[in-house]
């Protein structure tokens, strides 16, 4: 089992009676961040407690994840729920909770989880994937020692909006373009694809060069993609492009788009963040 | 109570215990869609299901609505529940059902909405209002007796992106742009701009000029303003954009911004949309 990808082991998933939708997990030391784990996980372990639940229909359409509180490092259950199953769409909640003071559970995440059948129909893009520098002519973001663990996850080459090198308060505009893959290979799927959808930093700290205090509370996530796309891309390059929309008294929201390298729009992602100051 | 304004009469919510959460209300004929009421209006009695309650935190930040399945014309039972209260921040879920067959609670509605005390902090805008001719110079959609219900309780005037004159399967860019306020003046609050978030025609009839089945099936949206920048709005117009962005497959999503008219970006807001053939 030394073999196994770290984002497998993130996302292993444990359960007595797999009918009921409970499991229990472990917060992996890979993708932890600051003061919890990298939001991006937990999205994908509440993603893959439905995809894992043998009455799922189809595949992810839609996952919204709140992040109600910071995860503590260690174990904690998700009780998956299926509460409409329509001919071609299901609807699901998803609750992340870790045992509290007293034994109370101590709930640290809701998510809503919308799975389709899809139809082969008439399909189309208006996102194109903007001009890019090929991926190998970027250079590779150095995480370094001082870095959060969850950085080293990830191969990310910016072409545009790196994080300020200096935090001098001069104002930029919020957007930022990246060539992104799992650092180790491994083939693109949805989790990953909804983890991927929550690399991009605070924009605020590239609007204003300031380095304050930021989380994301609500992130959503829409799937473009059927098993068939995501398999073209393989353990490929994704592009993806993420900016801020409206900063009104701390709180901002950040819009991003996940292409993958033949310009197919496989992800659009939407979070809303808390800043201070 | 015959000068209630429509948009009252919808969200109308009783209860008998507030403490506990649930209410009791009856779909509007004046807000009704083509086969169950406007999503809207359904997402704005999400919203004030939880702002009614006593234990709210704030004012509401994100407001996640997932339509399950059409409700039916008649009464039906919310369920808001604060699932976490932290120092700044709220997280509720809210469940909107109606009685099924043999008595078994049928869900329609799933949803999770975010408050937050809000406090005055550095404040910006990524997403200027486009540019506009006066709301005066511009005619107002007219419904008709052919329209649905819900129309008529909106002032619409687009000045780009209106619905196709002709079904004739040209293909357009899928953005709409248009002034937006009640019909009947009522000071915009935040069920009506959570309503407003959802004004928009799928983008799918726009982006083919096809007249296809689709229909909402999960709808985000952020809050960018507190009470004292939706009192500045009062009764005045708001102006709306929309816009498609990838159609793969049998859904599609759209994203909406709606700023003031003096330019505040007050809402942002992301669908996805179920659409056949």
Avoid: C
Avoid at 241 to 252: D, K
Avoid at 253 to 275: F, K, M, R
């Amino acid at each position: 089992m030394s073999t196994q990808h770290p984002f497998d082991k993130a996302l292993a998933l444990q359960h007595s009676d797999i009918r009921v939708g409970h499991f229990t997990g472990a917060t992996s030391p890979d993708y932890w961040n600051m003061v919890g784990p990298f939001g991006g996980a937990t999205a994908a372990i509440a993603l893959q407690s439905v995809m894992q639940h043998p009455d799922v229909l189809g595949t992810p359409i839609a996952l919204t994840v709140n992040f109600a509180a910071a995860l503590e490092a260690g174990a904690f259950d998700v009780q998956a729920t299926a509460v409409r199953t329509n001919r071609s769409t299901q609807h699901w909640t998803v609750q992340i909770t870790q045992p509290g003071a007293g034994g109370a559970p101590n709930m640290t995440t809701t998510a809503t989880v919308v799975t389709a059948a899809r139809r082969e129909t008439w399909s189309q893009s208006d996102m194109p994937m903007p001009e890019a520098p090929r991926p190998g002519t970027v250079e590779r973001l150095s995480v370094g020692p001082a870095g959060v663990a969850w950085l080293d996850q990830y191969e990310m080459r910016l072409f545009g909006g790196s994080i300020p090198a200096k935090w001098d308060a001069s104002l930029h505009h919020s957007e930022s373009r990246l060539w992104l893959r799992d650092a180790q290979a491994r083939p693109l799927d949805f989790a990953s694809l909804a983890a991927m959808s929550d690399v991009f930093y605070p924009r605020v700290w590239l609007r204003r060069a300031k380095h304050v205090p930021a989380g994301t509370v609500s992130i959503t996530t829409y799937f473009h993609a059927g098993p068939a796309q995501l398999a073209e891309v393989g353990t490929g390059y994704l592009l993806g492009r993420a900016v801020g929309q409206q900063f009104f008294n701390g709180f901002f929201d950040q819009t991003a788009h996940l292409w993958s390298e033949q310009g197919a729009l496989l992800a659009t992602s939407n979070q809303i963040v808390y800043y201070k100051e």
